[in-house]
């Protein structure tokens, strides 16, 4: 026996003594679950999962409710309050003999938002679809926010442009200019993800895409001035207002 394979047991038995001697678990459910649990309770069954399986290489995924990491978490907004999941269900074909297909497995990732001053929360088979639920939840009314035109972000700063912060403070209802609320902005198709914390008021920043989907963008590029020139005159437009405000 090597000195390494001995320490890998002694590790192993340590480990094993330390499972028998917790006591039994009584909190939110270690595997998948689509009830209600406190975002407390799901950090504390994810946390207990590890600690059980903490050496058990075989077994990568606990398909249970985690942080999702690129959302920010244990949010307050006025009575609501915001944390967001995520589950891997995805297929795992080295448990089974045949390809995925022949297989049980839901095979996908899902995603949840919670509220937890209410005890409410939505899952939804994409990310997108959640953040939309919650703010359904919390902002109700959200989906008729005006949407911030393309052309008044700015592509090279992060966050939005002074000129967009600008539109949405004339164009924003006052009662929706609060802490944590969202902001809808036209996306091209390349970035339709709805992002956290880039609202004036540090709520989402979501893309037109989830309150007009038909409305298409294309990819920013140069105006050629003889398409312009094609262009039949439009009545009410004044030339010289091209690029700012509506
Ligand atoms: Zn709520
Ligand atoms: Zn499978």
Redesign the pocket.
């Known amino acids: 026996m090597t000195e390494q394979q001995l320490a890998f047991d002694i590790e192993g038995m340590i480990h094993e003594a330390a499972v028998e001697a917790a006591p039994e678990w009584s909190g939110a459910p270690l595997h998948f679950t689509t009830a209600y649990f406190s975002p407390a309770a799901l950090d504390a069954a994810f946390e207990h999962w590890q600690f059980l399986h903490k050496l058990d290489y075989s077994r990568a995924q606990s398909h249970m409710w985690h942080r999702a990491i690129t959302v920010p978490g244990g949010v307050d907004i006025g ?3 915001f944390d967001f999941f995520t589950a891997d269900l995805r297929c795992e074909p080295w448990k089974h003999d045949g390809p995925h297909g022949d297989c049980m497995c839901v095979g996908d990732l899902a995603y949840m938002a919670t ?1 937890e ?2 005890g ?1 929360h939505v899952t939804a088979g994409d990310e997108n679809s959640a953040v939309e639920g919650w703010h359904d ?2 902002f109700p009314g959200w989906r008729d926010l005006p949407i911030l035109p393309a052309r008044l972000r700015d592509f090279e700063t992060v966050g939005l442009s002074k000129a967009a912060m600008q539109w949405i403070e004339n164009h924003y209802p006052e009662s929706m200019q609060v802490v944590g609320a969202p902001v809808i902005t036209e996306r091209s198709s390349m970035g339709t993800r709805h992002v956290p914390g880039r609202s004036p008021w540090g709520g989402y920043d979501i893309s037109h895409t989830a309150v007009d989907p038909s409305r298409t963008i294309e990819p920013r590029r140069r105006r050629r001035t003889h398409e312009v020139a094609l262009e039949p005159p439009r009545a009410s437009a004044t030339p010289t207002s091209i690029g700012l405000g509506d």
Do not use: L, V
Request: include cysteine; hydrophobic fraction near 20%.
């Open positions: 009575d609501h309050g509220c001053p209410h409410w939840h919390a």
